[in-house]
């Protein structure tokens, strides 16, 4: 059941500590469907309201901010990341060999 997943897509995002970021894949790949990238990012747009889930830590594996309707969340979302220290690359690129989660299970 779809829903399902995004509660465990929710779960797994909240893991992701202050600092580091995880790609769509990566959070997919972790939760035994590395095809599911995408309904991933499709669970975090659909994130209701007054959910605690730092949605922000989340990127492409390009370590890029992805495209949003109206592009104002790409800002909010860089601005939130560069609060936790996360450092862009003069292309907007976060690098991944230094912020990305490397989760435990």
Not at 18 to 45: F, M
Not at 70 to 87: F, K, T, V, Y
Request: no cysteine.
């Amino acid at each position: 059941m779809i829903t399902n997943f995004f509660e465990d897509v929710y779960r797994i995002v909240r893991m992701i500590p202050a600092g580091h970021v995880a790609t769509y894949g990566q959070i997919a790949d972790y939760l035994g469907n590395p095809r599911a990238a995408r309904t991933v990012g499709w669970a975090l747009h659909s994130m209701p309201g007054g959910k605690d889930i730092p949605w922000h830590r989340v990127i492409n594996s390009r370590g890029r901010i992805s495209p949003s309707p109206g592009g104002h969340r790409a800002a909010q979302q860089r601005a939130m990341l560069e609060d936790e220290g996360i450092i862009f690359d003069e292309t907007g690129r976060v690098d991944l060999q230094r912020f990305q989660w490397r989760e435990t299970r």
